[in-house]
């Protein structure tokens, strides 16, 4: 089992154009699980954001994100990170961070391949 906690650089606010790092700190067997990234806005369904493997040696993104964000991880630190640039307020949502130790050779963008979730930290993106 493996406990997630999220946190944002800058409180979580920032104008639009700007830049916010997310990480996401785990207790447990953390090189032992696929990462992910999700989002969820007031009114929407969560939605996938990013996901990377094991090893990190593989990472995939939304198609609305690509290029903008970066996720990346230390297992020495037991830290997934996620780094975002050139944030639009469409980003503004809650994102939370995903562990699973199903996934062997890769990541997932689906959710219900994830068995451990974080609080969620909330992102805002003023225009």
């Known amino acids: 089992q493996v406990q997630l906690v999220e946190s944002g650089s800058g409180g979580g606010l920032v104008q639009g154009g700007g830049s916010l790092r997310l990480s996401c700190a785990a207790a447990?067997?953390?090189?032992?699980?696929?990462m992910g990234w999700f989002r969820q806005a007031p009114g929407k369904e969560r939605e996938f954001v990013a996901a990377?493997?094991?090893?990190?040696?593989?990472?995939y993104y939304a198609d609305s994100v690509k290029g903008r964000f970066t996720i990346s991880r230390n297992n020495a630190m037991n830290t997934v990170y996620l780094q975002m640039n050139s944030l639009e307020p469409g980003d503004t949502a809650v994102y939370l961070c995903?562990?699973?130790?199903?996934?062997?050779?890769?990541?997932?963008?689906?959710?219900?391949?994830?068995?451990?979730w974080g609080q969620g930290t909330q992102v805002t993106v003023s225009s």
């Open positions: 990377i493997s094991r090893s990190g040696g593989s990472t």
């Open positions: 447990g067997t953390f090189s032992s699980y696929a």
């Open positions: 995903a562990a699973s130790a199903r996934i062997v050779g890769g990541a997932s963008s689906r959710s219900a391949d994830y068995d451990y």
